[in-house]
């Protein structure tokens, strides 16, 4: 699986982005998705997650915020952020991962959030 991230940019607070993750090949719709993130000197933290039969998990702090989706029939995986606070600031990395298969790593995705 190769997956490649895009729609990260320069947005004001309390605007929008929407990220979107492309993945290869016919596999995908086995393959839990997330979306992490990850801020200068700081470890990557998870912020959404969709399993493979839709079920989402959200970190606290963007909970009501993000929302995550994936099209299995386009291989596709989207986060959708609202009312962005300058605390999201961060590289966002798009993540497959299946129990027993090796997970897969997007290439970053710089979002900047100004106050």
């Known amino acids: 699986v190769q997956l490649q991230a895009s729609g990260g940019g320069l947005v004001q607070a309390e605007g929008s982005l929407r990220l979107s993750c492309a993945a290869s090949g016919s596999i995908f719709r086995f393959y839990a998705m997330n979306w992490y993130r990850q801020e200068p000197g700081k470890q990557r933290e998870l912020v959404a997650g969709?399993?493979?039969?839709?079920?989402?998990t959200y970190a606290d702090s963007v909970k009501g915020r993000f929302t995550i989706s994936r099209d299995n029939a386009k291989n596709m995986v989207y986060l959708q952020m609202n009312s962005l606070k300058p605390e999201d600031t961060a590289v966002y990395y798009c993540?497959?991962?299946?129990?027993?298969?090796?997970?897969?790593w997007g290439q970053g995705t710089l979002v900047t959030v100004s106050s």
């Open positions: 969709i399993t493979s039969g839709g079920s989402t």
């Open positions: 993540n497959a991962k299946r129990t027993g298969f090796d997970g897969y």
